[in-house]
């Protein structure tokens, strides 16, 4: 029997602009089962980020519930979802959001430091997290010196370091050609084997085919089913 890791009811998030109100989100349900590669498909403008934001502790809903392992979310302390978006949600950005002026191990590295890790325990996993992505004759480049597919890798060796619950993904292909794009996209499938969990959040058909479950978003609001062209 498949366990739950995350659930949503009835989440609605509003911005006021001006004298005006703009639903972002509207009464979304989601589940999502440990182990799960799910990929929440959507245009610009559509609310995936609002939800990918919600999902990743950054942003609160105006309405509804938000369990994350068991745990509602609204109850939890400022130093707690903190501790969560730290620990236990790995983030990999379009952007891939590297420190330029620190190498590929150090941006690995950087997590594990926050988490308290000691410095041997530290190299280790870093030099473990690079050559599981296959960059460990790279590990003391720097982000200028990969390419944009290197880059990824090294934000993903980075987003996995701490063993995190989620691995929350937005757009990871956006800045990458196709060849590139589906190697991350492999890498990926190697890392959902494993068991991780993986929510990716695109505007890509092709690239939510690689998922086991696609959800659509328009205008706020969530539906399933079979996507064409995927």
């Not at 757009?171 to 590139?180: R, Y």
Request: contains cysteine; glycine residues 10%; negative net charge.
């Amino acid at each position: 029997m498949s366990e739950e890791i995350l659930r949503m009811e009835g989440i609605t998030k509003a911005y006021e602009l001006g004298e005006e109100t703009f639903l972002a989100l509207k009464g979304v349900d989601l589940t999502v089962d440990r182990g799960e590669f799910l990929a929440v498909l959507g245009p610009s403008g559509s609310g995936k980020s609002t939800l990918m934001n919600i999902i990743g502790c950054l942003d609160v809903p105006t309405e509804g519930n938000y369990w994350l392992s068991g745990r509602l979310i609204a109850d939890e302390t400022e130093s707690e979802l903190a501790r969560i978006r730290r620990e236990e949600i790995g983030f990999i950005f379009q952007s891939f959001q590297l420190l330029q002026r620190q190498t590929a191990f150090e941006n690995v590295e950087l997590p594990l430091i926050y988490w308290g890790m000691g410095e041997r325990e530290r190299k280790n996993r870093v030099e473990e997290m690079l050559e599981k992505v296959g960059l460990a004759d790279k590990m003391f480049n720097y982000p200028n010196q990969l390419s944009g597919g290197q880059q990824q890798r090294v934000a993903i060796a980075r987003a996995i370091a701490t063993n995190p619950t989620i691995l929350l993904a937005d757009e990871p292909t956006g800045a990458l050609d196709q060849k590139t794009g589906h190697q991350v996209m492999d890498l990926f499938h190697e890392l959902n084997d494993e068991g991780r969990t993986i929510i990716m959040i695109t505007h890509d058909v092709k690239i939510a085919g690689h998922a086991g479950r696609i959800v659509r978003i328009l205008d706020g609001e969530i539906s399933e089913g079979v996507v064409e062209d995927a």
